[in-house]
């Protein structure tokens, strides 16, 4: 826990309560927009200014498209959002990579402010919905509250203004149920990060995943890439997911329903399907603004391929302008298309097989194709993913195993917990026996969660998608 | 009546929430570090009072900190090797480090890794709060329960702030905190193990010029509560008295054949002047209230400049930490607690510093390792 998580345990409740006696919608936004301000200024008032320069910058240039929609201002728009992101995001590290630039030192030291990815994809969004003629017409007041809305500001879900611009202008009542929802989402969502650092930190300190990444394996061994892959991955689901839950139910207390950010991602039979269930604030948004317009350029079947390449190289540096988030990007973009070729092929040949079969075969692919691809995500260097890579397929490596055992043991539990939950969830949910719990129940359930988020783990590491 | 009766719900449900998350707490430490479910849970089961003063309890174990059969930090004593130990406080025990990766126990594996064998092991006799005169003082029974061939002695400086605090006699009858069976009084009273949490949870989170603002009230309420007179700089009354328990130290353990090597004080701040990180040195003075923040620096460097004097004086061998630990917080928690990697670096001074010596002994055959562990009277 730091100053900051601190800070938003005690304004959050005071902001609440002084929330909901507020009648106006007006006196509500001019509150949470005060709130955010301040909760955002804890991380740096120069992150501040800068949130605000991009509100009051992006807000004209919603004017100006509001008055006439041209091309040409939703680029100088386009270009002023990636230039101002790519400032305080790329250019630190690109600059030491150029020979004899002078600018290396001026851009060395700049910190990267929390949360610009997420709010300038947030801006972007409301510039090219203005541009495709969406009715949206927020008041200053309203869209810095959309810029700068606290749940959302430093790691999303990456809202579009015509969802949130309505719950912003209603002035609902309290209603127990926003409440108890919104709890309940905290509290998985605690218990959700908790275990994000058991995978992280493992059991026993320097046994868990960010160890053995940091150790790079000289000579790991199959089992033990696997092992790493699928850990990491869900350790960055848990990790984010939980986060995500903390938000979506932080913005329920006030009222406010999110778009959901993951949608049981594992469960995938397709890469196609998962990119719809993982990150989908962001995925949608590289479908809808990036994606879709480029397929609209040329008809043919490669450009279609290679629209998609590109879009998935573009999600991958989102994340960080690196070599090997670009790679992570462009090996997504190639499932995609080797998917989209295999379906194809399918109803060309006429293939069918027994959907048992087919169904368990494709998951089991599709789960093994993202987890392999969570290596070059996380690898510290790419001589490390490479290696890593080259583990998983030289047959020879799968006599042994280098890691420790416990850490084989919490990732299984992981694992296997997960689907448990899941198949137990559905359960409930066929024979309708939905968990309707006694009040007191519910109060002894948030405080284990309190427990296991928050007081096991008091050196808690930071939310992974806080760096993007 | 509806809405009264949603209330009193919602206030049963607050008792529910506390005392569940007691629970956890409760379930927590058994788990992870065998506590006992119901009473009594602290630090403080680690020590027992005798007439010397405190002393590790056999066997005792809280959280992270496992004592063996004798009271000691650290694994139980082996036969066939050749002892080490390391005579400090709170330092040289460990407080911060992971569990097993304080500087004794970083020591051992390095000396062993150099050595490519298990020949060495590396006895962690420090206390929390040891002072050099009580440490001369157990040097009879440390030496008798581990035959040591060489001792480290890395002192704690800041006790010889306040001279009340330095003992330098036994007691003779047993200190008023202990019952006739020699086991400390069981104070009747409802701990709730939340409460540590919370405050290391708020210590964690609490911007340091809060903390800063908070100790320093404590500190002048401690000043007034006590009657403190403020100094500017440690007398130098205090600074002979520190030397002439150093040589006692020393003293004690040549009569007894173990050869000291005397290791000086490093903090956070190095050498570094002025001081950047004043947060540090309140935090430092809130243990010693009487002493300025201006006066800590001042005195390690005249603790130290005594430890290198009776060096030279007594021939011993020095490692001066205090000139080559790096200073920062990458290496030390606070003032002068180490970090995992602090303790690693410390090790690793030491174990270089060692290095000529333990070769000159070797080649002298005057290296021994005591043969029967049994020998060896477990404490009870």
């Not at chain 1, 409440?179 to 275990?195: E, K, N, P």
């Not at chain 2, 440390?142 to 800041?158: F, G, K, L, Q, R």
Request: with cysteine; glycine share 6%; aromatic share 12%.
């Amino acid at each position: 826990m730091n100053s900051q998580t601190l800070l938003y345990v005690v304004i959050v409740p005071v902001t609440w309560l002084l929330f909901w006696p507020l009648k106006a919608s007006r006196s509500r936004q001019t509150l949470m927009l005060f709130t955010s301000y301040l909760l955002y200024a804890s991380w740096g008032l120069r992150f501040l200014a800068l949130l605000v320069f991009s509100s009051l910058l992006n807000y004209a240039l919603g004017l100006c498209l509001r008055r006439r929609q041209s091309a040409t201002r939703l680029w100088a728009g386009v270009i002023l959002n990636i230039a101002l992101l790519s400032t305080f995001k790329y250019l630190p590290a690109i600059l030491p990579l150029l020979p004899g630039t002078s600018l290396e030192p001026v851009f060395a030291h700049i910190a990267l402010p929390v949360g610009i990815s997420f709010w300038t994809f947030q801006a972007l969004s409301y510039l090219f919905d203005v541009y495709q003629g969406k009715n949206l017409e927020p008041s200053l007041l309203e869209f810095l509250l959309y810029m700068a809305f606290w749940p959302t500001v430093l790691s999303g879900p990456i809202c579009r203004l015509s969802n949130l611009l309505p719950q912003f202008r209603e002035s609902p009542k309290l209603s127990l149920e926003d409440v108890w929802c919104g709890l309940d989402r905290i509290c998985i969502g605690l218990v959700m990060t908790a275990l994000g650092q058991v995978l992280a930190n493992g059991i026993h300190p320097g046994q868990g995943l960010d160890d053995a990444f940091h150790r790079s394996l000289p000579g790991g061994t199959g089992p033990d890439v696997w092992c790493l892959a699928i850990g990491y991955g869900f350790e960055l689901f848990f990790n984010f997911a939980g986060y995500s839950h903390i938000v979506i139910g932080a913005a329920r207390l006030f009222g406010i329903r999110l778009e959901e950010n993951f949608a049981r991602p594992y469960l995938a039979t397709t890469p196609s399907e998962f990119w719809t269930r993982w990150h989908m604030s962001l995925s949608f948004w590289i479908r809808d603004y990036l994606f879709l317009p480029l397929v609209m350029v040329r008809r043919e079947m490669w450009w279609r391929s290679a629209a998609l390449v590109v879009s998935m190289i573009v999600f991958g540096l989102w994340h960080k302008g690196t070599v090997l988030f670009a790679m992570w990007g462009f090996y997504h973009g190639v499932l995609l298309v080797l998917h989209r070729k295999w379906q194809q092929s399918q109803r060309r040949f006429g293939w069918q097989l027994p959907h048992s079969i087919i169904g368990g075969l494709s998951w089991l692919i599709t789960f093994g194709a993202i987890s392999l691809g969570w290596i070059l995500f996380r690898a510290s260097s790419l001589s490390q993913a490479l290696m890593m890579l080259r583990v998983v397929v030289t047959p020879s490596s799968y006599m042994s195993h280098m890691l420790p055992r416990n850490l084989y043991f919490v990732v299984c539990a992981c694992v296997l917990g997960y689907f448990g939950t899941i198949g137990a969830t559905s359960l409930c949910c066929r024979y309708n026996k939905l968990f309707n719990l006694p009040l007191e129940a519910r109060f002894a359930l948030y405080a284990v969660a309190v427990y296991v988020g928050i007081l096991h783990a008091a050196e808690t590491q930071a939310f992974i998608y806080f760096q993007f | 009546m509806k809405d009264w009766l949603i209330l009193g719900r919602c206030v049963l449900g607050v008792v529910i929430f506390v005392v569940v998350l007691e629970l956890c707490a409760r379930v927590d430490d058994a788990l992870s570090y065998g506590a006992p479910l119901s009473g009594p849970y602290s630090s403080e089961n680690l020590f027992l009072q005798d007439q010397i003063g405190k002393r590790g309890r056999p066997g005792a174990r809280y959280q992270k900190w496992r004592l063996n059969s004798l009271g000691y930090r650290g694994p139980e004593l082996r036969s066939e090797t050749i002892r080490i130990e390391c005579i400090g406080a709170s330092e040289t025990f460990g407080l911060y480090e992971a569990e097993g990766r304080e500087y004794p126990r970083q020591l051992e594996r390095d000396l062993n890794s150099r050595a490519r064998k298990d020949s060495f092991q590396v006895v962690n006799v420090a206390l929390v709060g040891q002072t050099v005169a009580t440490a001369a003082l157990r040097v009879p029974e440390t030496v008798d329960e581990i035959h040591p061939t060489i001792a480290i002695i890395y002192p704690s400086v800041a006790d010889y702030i306040w001279l009340a605090w330095v003992r330098d006699n036994p007691v003779s009858s047993a200190t008023s905190r202990m019952t006739d069976s020699g086991q400390p009084r069981v104070r009747i009273r409802i701990e709730l193990r939340i409460t540590e949490r919370v405050g290391n949870l708020l210590k964690q989170a609490l911007p340091q010029f809060v903390q800063t603002k908070l100790r320093q009230l404590v500190i002048d309420e401690d000043t007034v509560k006590n009657h403190y007179p403020i100094m500017d700089r440690v007398p130098n009354e205090n600074v002979r008295r520190f030397q002439k328990d150093l040589l006692r130290l020393v003293a004690a353990l040549r009569a007894r054949g173990v050869e000291p090597v005397l290791v000086t004080h490093a903090t956070v701040f190095g050498n570094l002047l002025p001081v950047r990180d004043w947060d540090l040195l309140v935090a430092w003075r809130k243990f010693y209230p009487m002493l300025r923040e201006g006066g800590f620096l001042d005195m390690e460097q005249r603790m130290n400049d005594v430890i290198r004097a009776v060096a030279s004086q007594e021939q011993i061998l020095l490692i001066d930490a205090s000139n080559e630990m790096p200073p920062g917080r990458k290496y030390f928690v606070d003032f002068s607690h180490f970090t995992t990697a602090g303790a690693e670096m410390m090790a690793s001074l030491l174990a270089d510093g060692l290095e000529p010596l333990i070769d000159a002994r070797l080649s002298q055959g005057r290296l021994v390792a005591p043969s029967r562990p049994a020998e060896l009277k477990k404490r009870h």
